[in-house]
């Protein structure tokens, strides 16, 4: 599969935690994106990379969000002291131009 | 900011009848108008997309039409059938910006 890909699909964590999430972008892609989206809503963007940088930072990204793309292959996607309105889909997203997006199956991340 | 909005929120029709969901957007400046098709635990998939310098675009039995002065756009897929049944984004960026704003999203039934 040369898709986008995230792991794990599913997280299931307790009020506090700390979790992390995984995405690898299709190889030739080089900006990549996160989005979060909750039950009934449409993807709200989070952060973009470009290669190694991160270049835009939405204001949902709370200062327990940290995003990473070391090498400007994949990404990583930490959340600090996990609350319950973290709850939601984690979706991953990479392009090769400024435009058509490509998006990952998502890690569903549950905070009980 | 952006912002997108996206009506009707359900829709139901006919299998073999048309579906048409509308957007409208906020800026201006947006120039990139992609619609995404996500299926129930699926990640979101482009199906169309189209650029301000253009009114209309087709694929099949998807078209999407743009009217930049009244800043509206719309989705229209014909001859309808029950693999069509899914949740329909719109999403609108403009250059200079990496992120996709959303709708809210339009279920789509198609009924046999």
């Known amino acids: 599969d040369t898709g986008v890909s995230q792991n794990p699909r599913h997280k299931i964590t307790k009020r506090g935690q700390n979790v992390t999430f995984r995405c690898d972008p299709i190889s030739e892609h080089n900006r990549l994106y996160w989005y979060r989206q909750t039950l009934g809503q449409g993807p709200e963007f989070l952060t973009y990379f470009q290669n190694e940088a991160q270049l835009e930072k939405s204001r949902l990204l709370s200062d327990r969000f940290s995003a990473e793309r070391p090498k400007g292959s994949f990404s990583t996607l930490e959340i600090q002291r996990t609350e319950q309105g973290d709850s939601a889909m984690y979706l991953c997203a990479s392009s090769r131009t400024q435009e058509t997006q490509y998006f990952g199956p998502g890690t569903r991340l549950l905070v009980l | 900011g952006e912002n997108v909005e996206q009506h009707p929120s359900t829709l139901s029709v006919q299998e073999g009848d048309s579906a048409v969901i509308k957007c409208t957007y906020s800026d201006s400046a947006s120039n990139y108008f992609p619609w995404y098709k996500q299926e129930l635990g699926k990640r979101p998939q482009l199906i169309i997309d189209?650029?301000?310098?253009?009114g209309e675009k087709k694929d099949q039995r998807i078209a999407v039409t743009l009217n930049k002065t009244a800043k509206h756009f719309s989705l229209h897929i014909t001859e309808t059938q029950p693999e069509d049944s899914a949740v329909y984004f719109c999403?609108?960026?403009?250059?200079?910006?990496?992120?996709?704003?959303f709708g809210q999203g339009t279920r789509l039934t198609i009924n046999p």
């Open positions: 189209i650029r301000s310098n253009v």
């Open positions: 999403a609108a960026s403009r250059l200079g910006a990496q992120k996709l704003v």
